[in-house]
């Protein structure tokens, strides 16, 4: 019999290989040991659980599969040196991360008083998440700096899409992050990099990786205003997390960009798929997860809203929500990232009451995947 050991909070998986002869043995993903894994075969992750030679020498894994699109928990030479196969999930989650920056940006917009129209936009790599938030913004109106060297090394960069950073730096209105971590981006956002921001109006976003951002670079470029403000998901140290920064963001979250329910259905999708055509398991080759049910508050009523962006988008995703339970409860990060309850994405809401809106602001929620209900 196949024994798989798996994290017991990634959504959807508990029941599925059971259905085809496998012992299946779940366990939080932080308290994953060798002794757990010593007969099992493979093991199916999250970020929590560091998969190295001190969790795997000795034991008879022979594939690993992290339902996420990061892989800075996994030492992928010892893996490859030991013949053991490994994947991961790229761009699972990366609607939902696109949707987590775009509620920043609107909410920002909304609690300052200003537009988005016409300001600019730099996002340090475009690859999955990055492209999508990069049509966001271009949809709600604003410039786009691309900064994505392995790209532009890789596809040439001739026609000067992509910018060198200090570009990017001198010219952004906002910032946003979505690179791997890796020895080139560890602590790529730290003093220098803030005190490049030609606008102090700036505000720095990081959904990426914890250790992409220096944390005590960002409390003290916040502290003596180098930056405006700052939106982080993401943190060195997690879940013990500078309380002092977190005091001084915009919004701040328990590292719950990527968490919708279509993204981890996609995450938890690719990781069978995977386990299934390693082992040969003929009935799991093709697994699909059912599709979500939309609800009644999947209908978003625009009837005398004063900011229609504001009130559909938040109906989706509210960012100060999720920001407002961390900051009163930071001792709680784990659990509130642990029991987080997923949401939907925007293509599963739609609008109405919207005889009077503005085309212009509706056509920006339809290209964003709303549906726009007309009557």
């Known amino acids: 019999m196949l024994k798989i050991v798996a994290d017991n909070k990634i959504p959807f998986l508990q029941g599925v290989f059971e259905k085809f002869n496998c012992e299946v043995v779940y366990l939080p993903g932080s308290k ?17 659980t560091i998969c190295n030679e001190a969790l795997l020498h000795g034991t008879k894994v022979t594939i690993v599969v992290t339902a996420t699109i990061g892989t800075d928990h996994i030492d992928k030479q010892y893996l490859a040196k030991n013949n053991i196969a490994f994947y991961s999930a790229p761009g699972c989650n990366s609607a939902s991360v696109n949707q987590y920056v775009v509620s920043a940006l609107i909410n920002l917009a909304a ?6 129209e016409g300001k600019t936009l730099g996002i340090i790599g475009v690859g999955n998440v990055g492209s999508k938030v990069a049509k966001s913004a271009e949809i709600l109106g604003m410039n786009v700096i691309l900064n994505d060297p392995p790209r532009a090394e890789k596809e040439g960069n001739e026609d000067g899409k ?5 570009y990017l730096l001198k010219n952004s209105d906002f910032i946003t992050v979505h690179t791997p971590l890796d020895e080139s981006t560890y602590h790529l956002a730290n003093l220098n990099f803030f005190e490049k921001c030609a606008k102090k109006s700036v505000y720095f ?7 992409v951002c220096d944390n005590n670079a960002l409390l003290y470029a916040l502290k003596n205003g180098l930056i405006q403000g700052a939106v982080l998901d993401v943190w060195e140290n997690e879940p013990e997390i500078n309380e002092e920064l977190l005091a001084m963001l915009d919004y701040a979250t328990p590292h719950i960009a990527g968490y919708s329910a279509n993204g981890k259905a996609n995450g938890t999708t690719i990781a069978v798929r995977r386990i299934a055509e390693f082992f040969n398991i003929e009935g799991l080759k093709n697994f699909e997860l059912p599709p979500f049910r939309l609800t009644d508050n999947s209908r978003i009523n625009l009837d005398n809203a004063k900011n229609i962006l504001l009130q559909a988008v938040n109906n989706s995703y509210d960012i100060k929500f999720d920001s407002d339970n961390l900051k009163k409860n930071p001792k709680n990060f784990e659990f509130l990232r642990n029991e987080y309850h997923y949401r939907l994405e925007f293509p599963y809401f739609s609008v109405y009451n919207i005889a009077e809106h503005s085309k212009h602001e509706l056509q920006k929620l339809e290209n964003m995947g709303f549906k726009i209900e007309k009557f």
């Open 111 to 116: 609690k300052e008083n200003f537009s988005l």
């Open 162 to 166: 992509f910018a060198k950073l200090d």
């Open 205 to 211: 976003i990081n959904s990426s990786r914890g250790a």
């Open 32 to 48: 994953i040991s060798q002794a757990d894994l010593i007969d099992a075969d493979a093991l199916i992750t999250r970020t929590r």
